[in-house]
């Protein structure tokens, strides 16, 4: 399950009603013929997208498209290294006109990738200011985001997309706090939110549900976390995994699951940022560097076996796990792409160039390729980017 602690300490913020926007869209295509996939184990670029370099966006499949929204524009001279003398370096960074804080631009615009015929089109604006940070979650019929930042101040509001009427409708306003990095998590009939306050005081966090046939949220209850890492819901159980402050200098990584009426049960105890993921009927969290436990079936605990090897792993954060077929996984991390067993030998797959090592990007899985896009270069010390990658993992079995 995904989603963000709820708080009810915000003032309730209004959004307009809006009937309906109406937004040119048109294609931007590498070419006129659709795209040829990479062969199994490569990298393709895909067409240049009509939107600004951005970071910190999100994207999400259709089962057709790929839409991507929101996020910041970094420039290239935010910072950059500057000669400190003969054997020292420094950062210099611009800041606003203000002075208080750096020169990003934060967007609400988006637009739409078709990777069978390698083109775009843009989708109208939402009916609010650029986010960064956000989250979105596709329902099947609707994209809905939801929180993050307008630069500065965490928001509370929400909307959805329809991509087959290329308009959006505002969500109704739900008692939480502002967050910056917000978790939705779609149940086949539910959108659960985990949402809170970015600069939290005590360690509870908010979950609520939205009813889209309702147009209505439901208050669920709160888990004992700061923030939220990710989120995953395998058959009737969602499994939370996010971070608790222990003391004023020690937080805690914790896994949580929340069943049919019954209060969150603790699954166990972790370190750093944990990504979620399902294989072969197994519960897998992932931790950074190089780590992996499994979630055991009969006890319902964290298992104590790391499974995962992979040599140049490093210090992963960003992960998307996929799974391919039973037993066998797609990684994808800043330094890659990797695709392997648990506990099995690994195929390491890095995109070219200038799509290596990039940060705060998103990746998506269509069913048949990943397709990585935007993020910032250099290890978070580059520009915003605009371009994007598919790879094509090769599959036993």
């Known amino acids: 399950m995904s989603g963000h ?16 926007i109406v937004g040119l869209t048109y294609a931007v295509a590498a070419g006129s013929s659709p795209s040829t996939p990479a062969e199994a184990g490569e990298w393709r670029p895909i067409a240049e997208a009509p939107l600004a370099p951005r970071e910190g966006h999100t994207a999400i499949w259709t089962g057709t498209e790929m839409i991507v929204w929101g996020g910041q524009t970094v420039p290239d001279s935010f910072c950059r290294s500057v000669d400190a003398g003969e054997t020292s370096a420094a950062v210099e960074c611009t800041t606003s006109d203000d002075g208080i804080g750096p020169p990003f631009e934060q967007h609400a615009d988006g637009a739409a990738y078709d ?11 939402a009916p609010f200011e650029g986010r960064v940070f956000h989250r979105a979650a596709w329902t099947g019929s ?25 308009t ?91 069943g049919p009426d019954e209060p969150a049960r603790f699954v166990g105890l972790l370190e750093g940022t944990v990504t979620l993921a399902v294989d072969d009927d197994r519960v897998l969290a992932f931790t950074s560097p190089n780590t992996v436990y499994a979630i055991d079936d009969d006890t ?58 990039r940060y705060h990007h998103t990746v998506v899985w269509t069913g048949d390729e990943l397709i990585l896009w935007g993020g910032r270069s250099g290890e978070n010390a580059g520009p915003s980017v605009a371009t994007g990658y598919a790879f094509t993992p090769s599959v036993d079995g």
Request: aromatic share 8%; hydrophobic share 40%.
């Open 300 to 357: 319902e605990q964290l298992g104590s076996q790391r499974f995962l090897a992979i040599d140049d792993w490093g210090e992963e954060e960003e992960l998307t796990p996929v799974a391919l077929a039973p037993g066998e996984l797609l990684i994808y991390g800043r330094h890659g792409a990797h695709v392997g067993e648990v506990g099995e030998d690994w195929a390491h797959s890095e995109p070219p160039g200038e799509a290596a090592r």
């Open 5 to 20: 602690p709820i708080s009810g300490r915000r003032t309730a913020l209004t959004i307009l009603a809006i009937a309906a």
């Open 168 to 258: 959006w409708r505002a969500l109704p306003h739900v008692e939480v706090g502002g967050s910056l990095h917000p978790e939705l998590l779609w149940d086949g009939t539910h959108l659960w939110l985990f949402a809170g306050d970015p600069f939290p005081t005590t360690a509870q966090i908010s979950v609520a549900r939205y009813d889209p046939g309702q147009d209505r949220w439901t208050w669920i209850g709160s888990i004992d976390l700061d923030t939220v890492h990710d989120a995953l819901r395998v058959d009737d159980t969602i499994y939370v995994a996010g971070e608790r402050r222990v003391d004023d200098a020690q937080l805690e990584t914790v896994v949580w699951a929340i």
């Open 115 to 125: 990777p069978d015929t390698d083109t775009w089109r843009t989708i109208p604006e």
């Open 142 to 166: 609707e994209m809905i985001v939801w929180g993050g930042s307008n630069g500065f101040v965490p928001e509370v509001l929400g909307a959805a997309f329809d991509p087959s009427t290329d």
